[in-house]
């Protein structure tokens, strides 16, 4: 079985600053694409930032410039450095991968359990 755990959420001021972590444990051989979604209140689930295993990231135009994915693959784990937080940027975030646990997998998506990002005016 493959978990990812997310850490990092909290309450933050406008203009503030999180890094979030995402750590994938298990029977893992390799994790490919890995990426952050987030949901608003009455909103569907979007895509924040994603990364490939070689590096490529990919933004929403809304964090272009203010968030900054990042992963340490001899570690399994993801990050998202939010800076300059808005109010808008409020939601659950969760991260996901596509997780081999051999060699001619194709790879499953899981997703991690959500954090809670709340920013204050």
């Known amino acids: 079985q493959v978990q990812l755990v997310e850490s990092g959420g909290g309450l933050v001021q406008s203009g503030g600053s999180l890094r979030l972590s995402c750590a994938a444990s298990?029977?893992?051989?390799?994790?490919?694409?890995m990426g952050w979604f987030r949901q608003a209140p009455g909103k569907q689930r979007e895509l924040v930032a994603a990364?490939?295993?070689?590096?490529?990231?990919n933004y929403a135009d809304s964090v272009k410039g203010r968030f900054t994915i990042s992963r340490d693959n001899a570690k399994n784990t993801q990050y998202l450095q939010m800076n300059s937080l808005k109010p808008e940027d409020t939601a659950v975030y969760y991260c996901?991968?596509?997780?081999?646990?051999?060699?001619?997998?194709?790879?499953?998506?899981?997703w991690g359990q959500g954090t809670q990002v709340t920013v204050s005016l």
């Open positions: 298990g029977s893992i051989f390799s994790i490919n694409a």
């Open positions: 996901n991968a596509i997780v081999l646990v051999q060699a001619t997998d194709p790879g499953t998506l899981y």
């Open positions: 990364i490939t295993v070689g590096g490529m990231t």
